[in-house]
């Protein structure tokens, strides 16, 4: 009996599984299936006939090159400026004990937890009081605020996995500070680093809400998929741009899973029997 049940739990969970992938999937699938759709305007199901020219008709629309060009540049230098200060502020916080401490990781995690929209509109009101005209810079340093929590969350559950007496025996053994950093600390704090990297690009690179507040004149990919996506003629181009934005999103996400893990298997380590 009691193995019935739990083949009974098993096949239940499995199904359930099944149902949540498709319910993620399914959309992401049709968008897939209607790349390929030979009718621009037709959207029945299925399809009445299947073509590539779609793919030909986006690769060869030079304001969608344009559009993730800026968003690759974007989605870099913000994430550059989220790596230096997230991994400071990651630092400082655990590494130190000072007034306020707990203070500052609830600011630094706020952004992320803010709609987007209020997110966005203070950052409108802010360069616009600081008279500073919207361009790819005023992009990144937006994305840059969100994605700074996702560096800082990687490093600070690095720092707490990593024992605190490994700079300790490196000063002891008479390490500079530079020379404990180099050699101990950042082998430490690299698939973390890489990691909160990866999944800040990601996130930056599909981000349309602040983008819309901050962008001025400028096209990122989501926006220039949204301008496109209620015209009828347009339907297929924009899910070929879809397809780009997934393959772009996704692969950086599977390697951050990837990275994280295999750093989670080194730290479990093989296990030892009796």
Not at 243 to 272: D, K, N
Request: hydrophobic share 55%.
């Amino acid at each position: 009996m009691t193995r019935r049940s739990g083949d009974r739990a098993g096949i239940g969970l499995r199904l359930a599984a099944l149902a949540v992938i498709l319910f993620l999937y399914f959309p992401l699938a049709i968008i897939i299936l209607y790349a390929f759709n030979t009718q621009s305007a037709l959207f029945t199901f299925p399809p009445p006939g299947l073509t590539t020219r779609w793919f030909e008709v986006a690769f060869s629309n030079p304001s969608l090159w344009a559009a993730l060009r800026l968003s690759v540049t974007v989605a870099s230098v913000a994430t550059l400026i989220a790596l230096v200060i997230g991994s400071l502020l990651a630092a400082a916080v655990y590494r130190t004990k000072f007034f306020g401490r707990e203070a500052i990781s609830f600011v630094v995690l706020l952004p992320i937890a803010l709609p987007g929209i209020v997110t966005g509109i203070a950052l409108r009101s802010s360069f616009a009081i600081a008279g500073v005209p919207f361009s790819t810079w005023t992009l990144a340093v937006a994305h840059a605020t969100f994605c700074i929590v996702i560096v800082y969350n990687n490093v600070v559950a690095r720092f707490r996995r990593m024992s605190p007496n490994l700079p300790e025996a490196s000063a002891d053994l008479g390490a500079t500070g530079w020379q404990t950093f180099r050699h101990v600390v950042l082998p430490n704090l690299a698939t973390a680093l890489l990691a909160g990297a990866i999944l800040a690009f990601a996130l930056s690179f599909d981000e349309i809400v602040v983008t819309t507040f901050t962008a001025g004149n400028q096209e990122t990919m989501p926006i220039w998929i949204f301008e496109r996506l209620f015209r009828p003629q347009q339907r297929p181009v924009t899910n070929v741009a879809a397809i780009v934005v997934i393959v772009v999103t996704f692969v950086p996400v599977l390697i951050a899973q990837l990275l994280t893990r295999e750093e989670q298997s080194h730290i479990a380590g093989p296990a030892v029997g009796p």
